[in-house]
Nanobody, 121 residues
Framework: QVQLVESGGGLVQPGGSLRLSCVASGTIASISAMGWYHQAPGKQRELVATIISGGTTTYADSVKDRFTISRDNSKKMVYLQMNSLKPEDTAVYFC???????????????WGQGTRVTVSS
């Protein structure tokens, strides 16, 4: 099975920065894409950023020019560098992986448990 573990969340002042990390483990045969979503209380989970195997990235309009997604294939990790943070960025951030376990021929979406980011003065 595939497991994802996020880290790096915490409390930060508006205008500050955080870097989130996510490591994938388990019997991973292939990875099509990795990304980050976030979810605030009472709201739907929404896309923040994605990166596909070839390196192409996408971002939500709300985080463009502030956040950067990157990856390290050798470590099976994905990162989210968050700069110029705003109170509206406050949410639980979830790492996601689209890929395939070594025991399956089916491509699936896998999710971590989330890491909380609070932006407040």
């Amino acid at each position: 099975q595939v497991q994802l573990v996020e880290s790096g969340g915490g409390l930060v002042q508006p205008g500050g920065s955080l870097r989130l990390s996510c490591v994938a483990s388990g019997t991973i045969a292939s990875i099509s894409a990795m990304g980050w979503y976030h979810q605030a209380p009472g709201k739907q989970r929404e896309l923040v950023a994605t990166i596909i195997s070839g390196g192409t990235t996408t971002y939500a309009d709300s985080v463009k020019d502030r956040f950067t997604i990157s990856r390290d294939n050798s470590k099976k990790m994905v990162y989210l560098q968050m700069n110029s943070l705003k109170p509206e960025d406050t949410a639980v951030y979830f790492c996601t992986l689209k890929g395939r376990s070594s025991f399956s021929n089916i491509v699936k979406d896998f999710w971590g448990q989330g890491t909380r980011v609070t932006v407040s003065s």
